[in-house]
């Protein structure tokens, strides 16, 4: 019996829950269509407000304005070159159109950007540039999301980029950094026309098998790939991101990637085949096609060679250099110090190549290591401590050397007396370096991935241009067979290496970049 009155009152107990919760559904449905009438009319409010704001300030100008987004506008990466030689086909185009880049750099002035692309890249713009600085740059630092970096960045991003909206109303938006949520704020929101040039995709599903085959990477920590309920967790995680980063990215008018493997992903994730074109990168082959290609062996006339070369490129202190340096070999690396460049792999490789050399002439004395590259914050210039007490700790610090943010003329100097150009980043969205490399005349040892294995280092008309490799052994193999291969044989991959790559030219770039926005800068100057 009081079992059964125990079971009555639980019953009565539970329906009347059910009454509750039914009582509070439809409040709850009219409170979200309240809120949602209310968000759309800010919305629309702020769309109008921006777009009285960008009306008034055509009719003071009397032009329309493109706004490139690129927060380290400063930094010396190909990303940058990108931006500076857009920028240059545009004016020379369109020349009654203004154009204004958003940034975050903070201390230097626009003409301090300007001439640190002339000296790092020999661009010079033909008519002024507006710049936006913007103060909260922080927001999309990685070093502000210890965990869920991607979508704290994201999120980052949108409010970087309604700080850039606010200061500026465009009529066409250019993402030329990869910041895909900021594309649905400019058109939604400003009511402008959006492009975007991809570098490398956010997410990919490169990184999705990572995570779900618990390889350990620089984006994929060890405590998480041991663990098969954080890998499980973190593949809905970026398998949700994916859906959002397709969602915003889809909003662009114009998609521009800059390598076949950025392409299979962005189609894959943005699913806008009809506007997605590769425009490759800009590299400046032209500056490196003025260095002979010799034979090594000839001593005399490649001392000769290369003592004019240095008469060009600078003093003759660096003549003498230039000369000497060539007695030995030189590999270089030119990329900036990001972790997914993986400096580590190259500096542990070159360990294991100068212990398969042995003493004397030609040996291991005879080898440095040149690691060039840009540090774009505090976070690289510690990256490069790091790799600095590696060298240490393998004792091989007098045989390497860092250059960092060093002008173009120097880095052209570095790499023509370079005998092999390193590359090692896995799944390398393009490879600018790479490239200037192979136009340099130095032997390209890249990483089997990414736009090096299916755009840069292919054969040309059937013949070798370079190698690939994928760890530290097979990269320290490569270069003990490029160094043991004879003179005759380096200078035929050299001359076809540097014969392929005239498809990267910035004639090139800028042939194909103004193709692929013709479409939506005739519409702003009509």
């Known amino acids: 019996m009081a079992g059964h009155e125990h079971h009555h009152r639980f019953s009565l107990c539970f329906c009347d829950l059910m009454r509750l919760m039914w009582s509070l559904v439809m409040p709850c449905i009219y409170l979200t269509l309240v809120l949602t009438l209310v968000l759309l009319l800010v919305l629309l409010g702020l769309r109008m407000w921006l777009q009285g704001r960008r ?63 002339r000296q790092r890249f020999n661009i010079t713009l033909p008519r002024p540039v ?63 026309k959006v492009a975007s040039y991809v570098h490398y995709p956010t997410v990919s599903t490169d990184m999705l098998s990572v995570v779900r085959e618990r390889n350990p990477r620089f984006n994929n920590a060890d405590f998480i790939s041991r663990n098969p309920i954080l890998s499980a967790l973190k593949v809905v995680y970026y398998c949700c991101f994916a859906l959002l980063y397709g969602l915003a990215g889809s909003c662009s008018d114009v998609i521009m990637v800059n390598s076949t493997w950025t392409m299979g992903h962005i189609l894959a994730l943005w699913r806008s085949p009809s506007r997605t074109s590769i425009v490759y990168p800009p590299c400046d082959v032209r500056a490196f096609l ?57 500096i542990r490789a070159f360990r294991k190549l100068l212990d398969r050399k042995g003493a004397g002439p030609g040996g291991r004395e005879s080898l440095r290591l040149v690691l060039i590259g840009g540090c774009r914050n505090q976070e690289d210039e510690e990256r490069v401590l790091m790799l600095r007490g590696l060298c240490q700790e393998l004792g091989i610090s007098d045989q390497v050397d860092f250059k960092l943010n060093i002008p173009f003329e120097e880095l052209k100097r570095e790499l023509v007396k370079a005998t092999i150009g ?58 003990e067979t490029i160094l043991t291969l004879s003179p005759s044989a380096r200078l035929e991959i050299r001359r076809n290496a540097r014969e392929s790559v005239g498809r990267f030219s910035d004639q090139e770039f800028e042939t194909c970049f103004l193709d692929a926005t013709e479409s939506l800068m005739s519409t702003l100057v009509r």
């Not at 590359?423 to 390209?444: D, L, R, S």
Request: aromatic share 10%; charged share 20%.
């Open 55 to 117: 009306k008034s300030r055509l009719a003071q100008d009397g032009g329309p304005a493109v706004a490139f987004f690129h927060p380290y506008c400063n930094a010396g990466g190909g990303g940058e070159r990108v931006l500076w030689c857009s920028l240059r086909a545009l004016m020379n185009r369109y020349p009654g159109v203004s154009f204004v880049v958003y940034t975050g750099d903070q201390g230097v002035t626009g003409e301090q950007i300007l001439e640190g692309a």
């Open 290 to 346: 003025d260095v002979p290609l010799e034979e090594e062996e000839d001593e005399d006339d490649m001392e000769e060679g290369w003592e004019e070369l240095g008469r060009e490129l600078g003093s003759g202190e660096e003549e003498e250099d230039v000369g000497g340096d060539r007695k030995g070999h030189s590999i270089v690396s030119v990329g900036q110090f990001r972790p997914e460049k993986d400096h580590q792999l190259q």
């Open 130 to 192: 507006t710049f936006i600085f913007l103060r909260h740059r922080v927001l999309v630092e990685a070093t502000s999301y210890p965990h869920f970096t991607l979508l704290g960045q994201s999120t980052g991003s949108m409010f970087l980029g309604w700080e850039a909206l606010r200061a500026f109303v465009p009529d066409l938006y250019v993402d030329s950094m990869g910041y895909a949520f900021t594309l649905p704020i400019f058109r939604y929101l400003g009511g402008c």
């Open 422 to 479: 390193l590359h090692t980043m896995w799944n390398e969205h393009f490879g600018i370096g790479v490239v200037e490399c192979m136009a340099a005349g130095t032997i390209v040892l890249a990483h089997k991935s990414g736009g090096p294995k299916l755009d840069i280092v292919v054969p040309h008309q059937g013949s070798q241009t370079g190698f690939l490799a994928d760890s530290e052994d097979s990269y320290a193999a490569a270069m």
